[in-house]
């Protein structure tokens, strides 16, 4: 029996994520199919989810806006979901819908392949924005020991994930003295690269474009970055597993996400 998974969001006809995981399947040579839904509405999302629950889906990975109504849905949530307060990955199992979240899982490896000389242990460490990525973000970093503040445009929502997930709200400041800045935010921050440490690191969650104004500055400054797509490839291994029961096969798939991007381009 073909076993049928995907990613829901809105919109989610930008996604990567189809054709990441296809190469893998088709790698694997497994009997497994991985699209793309875009439930436009919260009622839709739901009726999905119950698509899932009645046998239909093995699972799906969850972009925005989805992630916090992915948790409430489900019935048995996992620690690092529980965690960070969002969910980017449902398995359904016997009529039970299983909450998961592999976001920092990616954080940490797109950190690890592209800032490998960064110890987050210790250091101040700014993350920018207060959606379901921003908050699986400073889990994975406070897990790390890194000391993390929030900064968003909102402060009570960066209020609200603190008290919730950890870390501490930052002010105007905050990302002046910081080894590493994390932008969660859809759109380019507000900040004057050259005021930073010389030797802090940049990340953007966004891969679209590849090398964002955040990080093209950063680049400029000579200053180590870290993108996107890294954090998407992290994020989809462990992704994998927990759908089809195997691990991702070794092949490149950064380089069809690139091709991909070139493409549109």
């Keep these: 029996m073909t076993i049928e998974a995907g990613v829901a969001g809105h919109p989610i006809g930008h996604s990567l994520s189809?054709?990441?995981h296809t190469a893998w399947i088709l790698a694997a040579g497994l009997d497994a199919r991985y699209g793309a839904f875009g439930p436009e509405t919260p009622?839709?999302?739901?009726?999905l989810v119950q698509r899932g629950r009645s046998g239909?889906?093995?699972g799906l990975n969850v972009t925005a806006p989805y992630k916090a109504p992915a948790l409430s849905l489900a019935d048995e949530v996992g620690a690092t979901a529980?965690?960070?307060g969002s969910a980017n990955l449902l398995l359904f199992e016997a009529g039970r819908?299983?909450?998961?979240s592999t976001d920092g899982a990616g954080l940490m490896a797109a950190l690890a392949e592209q800032a490998a000389g960064l110890e987050v242990a210790g250091q101040p460490v700014v993350v920018l924005g207060a959606g379901?990525?921003?908050r699986a973000a400073v889990a994975a970093l406070a897990a790390a020991g890194a000391e993390v503040a929030v900064v968003n445009r909102t402060p009570a929502r960066a209020e609200a994930l603190t008290a919730e997930v950890g870390g501490v709200v930052g002010g105007p400041g905050a990302t002046a003295g910081a080894a590493l800045i994390v932008n969660a935010l859809s759109v380019p921050p507000e900040i004057d690269v050259g005021a930073l440490r010389p030797d802090a690191v940049l990340m953007d969650m966004t891969y679209r474009p590849l090398i964002t104004p955040f990080l093209a500055a950063g680049r400029a400054r000579g200053l180590t970055t870290v993108d996107g797509l890294a954090m998407l490839i992290g994020q989809a291994r462990p992704s994998f597993s927990a759908l089809f029961g195997?691990?991702?096969?070794g092949i490149d798939v950064r380089a069809l996400a690139l091709a991909?991007?070139?493409g549109e381009a």
């Design 18 to 20: 189809p054709l990441i």
């Design 43 to 47: 009622e839709r999302f739901r009726a």
């Design 56 to 58: 239909g889906l093995r």
């Design 82 to 84: 529980a965690a960070c």
């Design 97 to 100: 819908v299983i909450a998961d």
């Design 132 to 134: 379901g990525a921003a």
């Design 246 to 249: 195997v691990e991702p096969p």
């Design 260 to 262: 991909a991007l070139e």
